[in-house]
């Protein structure tokens, strides 16, 4: 079982930056592809970031890529998301997830088994 908590959300203003973290409860952590989805009201949930197991391979949405970094300390089993030049549009619920053993890129949402609970953040303009 892999718990997942997340953490780092907020109220900012239009152009400001926000770090979201996401600790994993699992021995299983330096092997699992780890990702970030939101939500926004009323919309589906929706592809954010990725990154490999030893962090060396990211891969991004087109509308966050040069404002967002992700990152991961596997010694900390913990996955961040730097979120620069933030807009309004990106106000949603943050979610992490992971997989286990997936070697593979992929931006579904089916393809990640274990979820946290999500964490907010709103952009003001």
């Known amino acids: 079982q892999v718990q997942l908590v997340e953490s780092g959300g907020g109220l900012v203003q239009a152009g400001g930056s926000l770090r979201l973290s996401c600790a994993a409860s699992?021995?299983?952590?330096?092997?699992?592809?780890m990702a970030w989805f939101r939500q926004a009201p009323g919309k589906e949930r929706e592809f954010v970031s990725t990154?490999?197991?030893?962090?060396?391979?990211?891969y991004y949405a087109d509308s966050v890529k040069d404002r967002f970094t992700i990152s991961r300390d596997n010694a900390k089993n913990t996955v961040y998301l730097q979120m620069n030049s933030l807009k309004p549009e990106d106000t949603a619920v943050y979610y992490c997830?992971?997989?286990?053993?997936?070697?593979?890129?992929?931006?579904?949402?089916?393809?990640?088994?274990?979820w946290g609970q999500g964490t907010q953040v709103t952009v003001s303009s």
């Open positions: 997830a992971a997989a286990p053993g997936l070697v593979r890129f992929t931006t579904s949402a089916t393809d990640f088994g274990f």
């Open positions: 699992t021995r299983t952590f330096s092997h699992s592809t």
């Open positions: 990154i490999g197991w030893a962090g060396g391979r990211t």
